[in-house]
């Protein structure tokens, strides 16, 4: 039996200085795709470059027609005979050479629509960047299905196009990468098709290295996004409850982690949890505020044209 064709493609935008890194952990791994594909919100630097030495088909666009869904889909359409797609972001470092390869492996099961792999901190990671990768992608692997919604909530459907491999007829299926999303495509798709009678698979033993040290700001314009992302998808809590309860969840286990280790960042907890609450829920009212506003609360603001 043929093997199914595998893609990789990788959205960028001025990679910088730690691209070279990155294409050198690509080349290390044993599974090797049969294409590959950058696709560039024009950059300025020498990512395009360094993109085509390692062998990448590269696509450019336009920064302000990047989106994360309809970009990604847009990559899918130009790879018409390759079944396994696998999405990386620019900032992810594969962690081993069987990363892509154990990542992949979890779509053998016919019933996985898509696979994603465990984040770990950045040696440079913050403790508050780092409990967040800790927090949720945990050591041990899972394989979810809608059975699991009473149990997991919309954990069930978290995802990450960090490091992910999709099974592009279960995703066409699905009805694709959607267009409107400001952030979340990943659990948009993931949601349709644990609802679909698809399994999700984390694979804890596909790693890649991938974190953010978010500023004050950076993290009150990322949780705003996020209540955009669920205002305007009313369905995910009418399907897989709220989110709020995982929210409290989430910062229960960070004051216990970090209050263990550092003490001293407590006071820094309490501030950035208070903005991201009122961020998020700005962001689930954002039908009354002005596109002016919404353009500067948002970490995407060429979202909002």
């Given at each position: 039996m043929q093997q199914a064709q595998k893609a990789l493609v990788v959205p960028t935008l001025n990679a910088g200085a730690a691209w070279r890194s990155w294409l050198a952990a690509l080349k290390r791994q044993t599974l090797k795709p049969d294409v590959m594909i950058v696709i560039d919100s024009s950059s300025d630097d020498d990512t395009v470059e360094f993109a085509r030495e390692?062998?990448?088909?590269?696509?450019?666009?336009a920064r302000k027609e990047f989106n994360h869904g309809t970009t990604r889909q847009y990559t899918i359409e130009l790879i018409p005979n390759v079944e396994i797609v696998v999405f990386l972001t620019q900032d992810a470092i594969l962690a081993d050479a069987r990363a892509l390869e154990n990542l992949v492996r979890a779509l053998d099961d016919p019933s996985v629509g898509v696979s994603y792999g465990r984040q770990l901190p950045h040696k440079d990671a913050t403790p508050i960047a780092a409990h967040a990768r800790l927090y949720n992608y945990p050591s041990n692997s899972r394989l979810k299905s809608a059975k699991d919604i009473p149990e997991l909530g919309l954990k069930t459907a978290f995802c990450s196009n960090s490091m992910a491999a999709y099974r592009k007829s279960a995703l066409l299926r699905c009805g694709g990468f959607p267009s409107e999303t400001i952030v979340n495509e990943d659990m948009y798709v993931a949601a349709k098709m644990l609802l679909g009678g698809w399994k999700v698979a984390y694979c804890a033993d596909a790693q890649v290295y991938h974190s953010h040290n978010y500023t004050y700001v950076e993290e009150f314009s990322r949780y705003f996004d996020q209540g955009v992302f669920h205002a305007r998808q009313p369905w995910l809590k009418k399907e897989f409850g709220s989110v709020e309860g995982e929210g409290f969840m989430f910062v229960f286990s960070e004051f216990r982690y970090i209050g263990a280790r550092h003490i001293h960042l407590i006071p820094n907890i309490i501030i950035r949890t208070a903005l991201?609450?009122?961020?998020?829920?700005?962001?689930?009212?954002?039908?009354h505020l002005s596109l002016a506003l919404k353009r500067r609360l948002s970490m995407h603001s060429h979202y909002w044209g």
């Open positions: 390692y062998g990448f088909q590269v696509e450019i666009i991201n609450y009122l961020g998020y829920k700005l962001g689930k009212l954002e039908k």
